[in-house]
């Protein structure tokens, strides 16, 4: 499975927003096949879309898809040299798909930060420039190894060289791979590389819990969100304390705790839903009496492989689908409606599978 790793300097709030994680953490009987290990925390995504579904099909159980976080703890600066728990650190982020990266935006004088005052961008800097650092090492080694087979004009060696050293100015210029743009071959080439900076990045800003519900005024909150957006990366404001006591409640008291702060939807379940997409991952259902359940999948696969999430034997013997809408089940009002109202189509082995889709299987055992 796709994973998100949490990444901050010290004291920042990583390890309050990950104990959060692990106390929300999903029913891990529904997900057998997950990964046990203290430093990943399971947690179901929230998609009021699955409740709308119970609702109306009104099964025997309800099963949310998991999404899976990495606490990832020990960066210092320095890293990209090795030193202190440096390399670890390193290689725990090479292992992650996107990186949500927690920054102090929260002023209380008790806790003490590491370079001596809260300045985010600061932090971030910090941070960005040993991964931009550990992955001018990589690609330095790189190009020694190609840079004589592009001079002798060998095909592939001239247009890996070429994106080598495009990445390297970037580098040399602390910006990250992912800020650089590449022709659709040259990406391929850039994936093959896995660098620590291509990874997604999305922001998480850090509050005081008297702000969050209006975290305006926080100048540092600011500070983060033009930074992010220079970036393209998406900011997510959470108090980290206070999502360690949501994340003990149960759901209707959660709903009253988050209605007394002021706040639509809990700073976790924002976090979830947006590593979530920045993975390009989306949430298929399946709907019988037995079972509503949602599936995740990445955008862009095939009914096939949708059917291998649940059983290797589904994508096998896969033979079509019976696809219908959120929207449109919703709008008929139930599976007979939509089928009577030719909603309910049949797909075969090419179907793009869409976020939202109830499917249905058929295949020959
Ligand atoms: P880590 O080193 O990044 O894992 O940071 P911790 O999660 O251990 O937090 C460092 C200190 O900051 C702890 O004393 C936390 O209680 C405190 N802290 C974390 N989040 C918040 C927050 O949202 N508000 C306040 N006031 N303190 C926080």
Same mark, same amino acid.
């Given at each position: 499975?796709?994973?998100?790793?949490?990444?901050?300097?010290?004291?920042?709030?990583?390890? %309050?927003?990950?104990?959060?994680? %692990?106390?929300?953490?999903?029913?891990?009987?529904?997900?057998?096949?997950?990964?046990?290990?203290?430093?990943?925390?399971?947690?179901?995504?929230?998609?009021?879309?699955?409740?709308?579904?119970?609702?109306?099909?009104?099964?025997?159980?309800?099963?949310?898809?998991?999404?899976?976080?990495?606490?990832?703890?020990?960066?210092?600066?320095?890293?990209?040299?090795?030193?202190?728990?440096?390399?670890?650190?390193?290689?725990?982020?090479?292992?992650?798909?996107?990186?949500?990266?927690?920054?102090?935006?929260?002023?209380?004088?008790?806790?003490?930060?590491?370079?001596?005052?809260?300045?985010?961008?600061?932090?971030?800097?910090?941070?960005?420039?040993?991964?931009?650092?550990?992955?001018?090492?990589?690609?330095?080694?790189?190009?020694?190894?190609?840079?004589?087979?592009?001079?002798?004009?060998?095909?592939?060696?001239?247009?890996?060289?070429?994106?080598?050293?495009?990445?390297?100015?970037?580098?040399?210029?602390?910006?990250?791979?992912?800020?650089?743009?590449?022709?659709?071959?040259?990406?391929?080439?850039?994936?093959?590389?896995?660098?620590?900076?291509?990874?997604?990045?999305?922001?998480?800003?850090?509050?005081?819990?008297?702000?969050?519900?209006?975290? %305006?005024?926080?100048?540092?909150?600011?500070?983060?969100?033009?930074?992010?957006?220079?970036?393209?990366?998406?900011?997510?404001?959470?108090?980290?304390?206070?999502? *360690?006591?949501?994340?003990?409640? *149960?759901?209707?008291?959660?709903?009253?705790?988050?209605?007394?702060?002021?706040?639509?939807?809990?700073?976790?379940?924002?976090?979830?839903?947006?590593?979530?997409?920045?993975?390009?991952?989306?949430?298929?259902?399946?709907?019988?009496?037995?079972?509503?359940?949602?599936?995740?999948?990445?955008?862009?696969?095939?009914?096939?492989?949708?059917?291998?999430?649940?059983?290797?034997?589904?994508?096998?013997?896969?033979?079509?689908?019976?696809?219908?809408?959120?929207?449109?089940?919703?709008?008929?009002?139930?599976?007979?409606?939509?089928?009577?109202?030719?909603?309910?189509?049949?797909?075969?082995?090419?179907?793009?599978?869409?976020?939202?889709?109830?499917?249905?299987?058929?295949?020959?055992?």
């Amino acid at each position: 499975a796709l994973t998100a790793g949490i990444v901050g300097l010290p004291n920042v709030g990583k390890s %309050t927003l990950f104990n959060a994680i %692990t106390k929300a953490g999903a029913e891990s009987a529904n997900y057998p096949f997950c990964t046990i290990d203290p430093n990943v925390g399971i947690v179901e995504v929230p998609d009021e879309r699955l409740n709308k579904l119970t609702e109306l099909v009104q099964p025997k159980k309800t099963v949310p898809t998991a999404f899976e976080f990495t606490d990832i703890a020990g960066i210092v600066k320095g890293a990209s040299k090795g030193e202190g728990l440096g390399n670890k650190f390193l290689s725990h982020i090479r292992q992650v798909d996107a990186i949500c990266h927690v920054v102090r935006c929260f002023a209380d004088g008790n806790i003490t930060h590491v370079s001596g005052k809260v300045d985010p961008i600061d932090d971030i800097t910090t941070i960005n420039l040993e991964l931009v650092l550990a992955d001018l090492e990589s690609v330095e080694k790189r190009i020694g190894r190609v840079e004589k087979l592009a001079k002798q004009k060998d095909k592939d060696a001239v247009a890996e060289y070429e994106v080598l050293v495009k990445l390297k100015e970037a580098f040399e210029a602390d910006k990250p791979a992912r800020s650089v743009e590449f022709t659709e071959e040259q990406a391929k080439l850039v994936k093959g590389l896995h660098l620590l900076t291509s990874k997604p990045v999305l922001y998480v800003a850090n509050v005081g819990e008297d702000e969050v519900a209006d975290p %305006t005024n926080n100048e540092y909150v600011q500070k983060v969100r033009e930074f992010a957006k220079e970036e393209n990366a998406e900011v997510i404001v959470i108090c980290a304390k206070i999502e *360690e006591e949501i994340a003990e409640l *149960e759901d209707d008291e959660k709903a009253m705790f988050l209605a007394e702060l002021g706040i639509k939807e809990s700073g976790l379940d924002q976090l979830i839903k947006a590593a979530y997409s920045l993975l390009g991952l989306a949430t298929y259902f399946t709907a019988g009496v037995q079972e509503v359940r949602a599936w995740t999948f990445k955008k862009g696969m095939k009914a096939p492989q949708c059917a291998g999430i649940i059983h290797s034997d589904f994508e096998k013997g896969f033979i079509r689908a019976e696809t219908v809408s959120y929207d449109d089940l919703m709008a008929a009002g139930s599976m007979t409606a939509a089928k009577e109202a030719g909603r309910v189509r049949l797909e075969g082995k090419e179907y793009l599978v869409q976020d939202g889709d109830i499917m249905h299987f058929r295949f020959n055992v």
